[in-house]
């Protein structure tokens, strides 16, 4: 009991030290792991005990969030303060049952298995989720059974309710008929041959959203602080939002003018343009957030995510400075498939926010967007007389016919033809 008393008591002053909880919040979190550490044990997994526990805390009338608190605490403790790596391995249940029904929770961490075997990206893997999970609900809606059963046809009822009911566009309706082909093929090896031929949407060709250099100027005068910092990385370089967020330290090569993206879309590396105008600001910027990594290593929070295992081949590499995050999270979050906490990049619902409130000061009534600004960048180049190919390798594109759908857009700013109206007004006029 003494040593359970004193390991309780480290674990406190660790939450205290590494700013992990709120001060208020850290006795409460004591107190969930000894309440699971000395409640009778059974001989199954971690990650089932603790769900049955917080299920008991349930039964017993826990609010919501007391429940979430005891979650977190228990990962904390485990996780953080023991560096136990079981966390996740729960035990082993069928994705089908013997009459052929799918078993929800099973299959989705199933889909989750393969799909981090297959080496998608965790974005991927979210909207796959979410797919599914919504497939699973509708097929039991219709079949009035909580483990309904799929086949080929349940797909395409699901995917002409989104087309017909919902109304969804042919790109999120391919998406979804994606996410529940890798369920059937991969994950409960259902044949379902001729239904991605059957039911994949046209897709029509749309010209991209363009500012011109003006309105680019003024939405950029609209921003502040670390809203604007991000939005000239990626109007200055042609970033995705996403690459933007996910730049480290690195990654930035101030005496050759370069940002280098690291498994960017497709897992690609690449490098582009890293602008002159506003390289004070950045190195301005990163000495702020080095304050905050020295605060980090200074609380003992664990190091930043790392790509391919890299954390177990170099094991401090993550605690470096130069794997550290350009633009890191004010706040500690919990990593979805590590379950440590530590401090990950900030939400691209920063800028993408920040870009929608600049782009109505400025008075822009164009759908603009942060990918607005990509698409800026490579217009305004081929504006300029760069090379199709160049900006091909700057945008990362595998083919240039996807690079090509920028010249419909400059061939109408550099030469459009004259409105009829016009010709006839300047007629009348003379």
């Known amino acids: 009991m003494r040593e359970l008393e004193s390991s309780l008591q480290q674990f406190g002053e660790f939450l205290l030290k590494a700013r992990l909880v709120k001060e208020t919040a850290a006795p409460y979190c004591v107190r969930f792991v000894r309440q699971f550490l ?33 979650e977190q605490a228990l990962r904390l403790y485990f996780v953080n303060f023991l560096n136990r790596t079981d966390w996740r391995t729960g035990s082993a249940q069928a994705s089908v049952d013997a009459e052929g029904r799918v078993v929800p929770l099973p299959a989705l961490e199933a889909l989750r298995s393969r ?8 974005r991927t893997e979210c909207s796959y989720v979410d797919w599914v999970r919504r497939l699973l609900a509708y097929a039991a809606e219709q079949q009035g059974a909580p483990r309904p059963r799929l086949n080929a046809e349940t797909v395409r009822d699901f995917l002409t309710h989104l087309a017909v009911k919902r109304g969804v566009a042919a790109s999120t309706q391919n998406q979804a008929m994606c996410a529940a082909l890798f369920l059937c093929r991969e994950v409960l090896g259902l044949s379902v041959e001729g239904l991605s031929e059957g039911v994949q949407a046209k897709r029509g060709r749309h010209l991209p959203v363009v500012l011109s250099v003006p309105e680019t100027a003024a939405l950029l005068d609209a ?55 506003g390289r004070d600001e950045l190195r301005a910027h990163l000495a702020k957030t080095s304050a905050l990594y020295r605060q980090d290593r200074t609380s003992g929070v664990a190091g930043v995510w790392m790509p391919h295992a890299l954390d177990r081949k170099y094991p401090n590499a993550g605690r470096e400075p130069g794997w550290f995050w350009v633009f890191p999270s004010e706040t500690l979050s919990t990593d979805p498939r590590a379950g440590v906490v530590r401090r990950h990049h900030v939400s691209d619902s920063l800028v993408q926010k920040a870009v929608k409130t600049a782009a109505a000061t400025a008075r822009i009534h164009k759908p603009v967007s942060v990918h607005t600004l990509r698409h800026s960048f490579a217009t305004h180049l081929l504006l300029s007389g760069v090379d199709i190919r160049q900006i091909q390798e700057y945008l990362g594109h595998a083919n240039v016919e996807t690079t090509m759908i920028y010249t419909h857009v400059v061939k109408d700013l550099r030469s459009p033809a004259r409105s009829p109206l016009d010709a006839l007004l300047a007629s009348r006029q003379s």
């Not at 000239?232 to 280098?260: A, H, M, N, P, T």
């Open 38 to 70: 000395t409640r009778p044990a059974n001989d199954g997994p971690l990650a089932d005990r603790v769900q049955q526990f917080c299920e008991n805390l349930e039964r017993a009338g826990a609010h919501d969030w007391q429940v979430h608190q005891a």
């Open 115 to 122: 799909i981090r075997t297959r080496h998608y990206s965790y």
């Open 223 to 277: 921003l502040r602080g670390t809203a604007r910092l991000m939005a000239c990385l990626i109007y200055g370089g042609g970033l995705r939002v996403s690459e933007c967020c996910e730049l480290r330290v690195k990654d930035l090569d101030f005496d050759q003018g370069l940002v280098f993206v690291r498994s960017g879309k497709g897992d690609k590396d690449r490098s582009t343009l890293l602008a002159e105008a």
